[in-house]
C-alpha cells in the first residue's frame, strides 16, 4: 500500500487548508489512518486519526487542533481529508498521513510505532 499526500502549502495565520492521503490500491476504510507532523528541530507529533469499525466512525484529535481540525473520508474518492482551519504559525510542519490494517483502540490512536504504511510528507507553513 502506497499513501499519497497532498495538499500542504503555504497560508496567512486564521487560513485553512486541507491535506489530502489517498491509499493506492485498497480501500481506505480497511485501514486506522492518521496524520502526524514534525516540524524543524521538534518531535513528531500526532494530530488526527479515523478509523471504521462496524459501520460506525471513529475519529480522534491532538489536543491542540482539536475543535480547529476535522477529518473525514470521501468514500467515492477513496481519498481520507484533514481540514485544518484557523491554521496558526505553531501549526508550521511537515504533514505526513500513516495508515495500518489493525484497528487501534483509543490510546493507541496517537501512537507512531503503530501505523505499518507512511507517505511522503507535504510542507505546511503558515505566516504570522
Known amino acids: 500500500v502506497q499513501l499519497q499526500a497532498s495538499g500542504g502549502g503555504l497560508v496567512q495565520a486564521g487560513g485553512s487548508l486541507r491535506l489530502s492521503c489517498a491509499p493506492s490500491?485498497?480501500?481506505?476504510?480497511?485501514?486506522?489512518m492518521g496524520w502526524f507532523r514534525q516540524a524543524p528541530g521538534k518531535e513528531r507529533e500526532f494530530v488526527a486519526a479515523?478509523?471504521?469499525?462496524?459501520?460506525?466512525?471513529?475519529?480522534s484529535f491532538a489536543a491542540s487542533v482539536k475543535g480547529r481540525f476535522t477529518i473525514y473520508r470521501d468514500r467515492a474518492k477513496n481519498v481520507v481529508y484533514l481540514q485544518m482551519n484557523r491554521l496558526n504559525p505553531e501549526d508550521a510542519a511537515d504533514y505526513h498521513c500513516?495508515?495500518?490494517?489493525?484497528?487501534?483502540?483509543?490510546?493507541?490512536?496517537?501512537?507512531?510505532?503503530?501505523?505499518?504504511?507512511w507517505g511522503q510528507g507535504t510542507q505546511v507553513t503558515v505566516s504570522s
Open positions: 500513516a495508515a495500518t490494517r489493525d484497528y487501534l483502540i483509543t490510546s493507541r490512536l496517537g501512537h507512531a510505532a503503530q501505523y505499518e504504511y
Open positions: 490500491g485498497d480501500t481506505a476504510s480497511r485501514f486506522t
Open positions: 479515523i478509523r471504521w469499525s462496524g459501520g460506525s466512525t471513529s475519529t
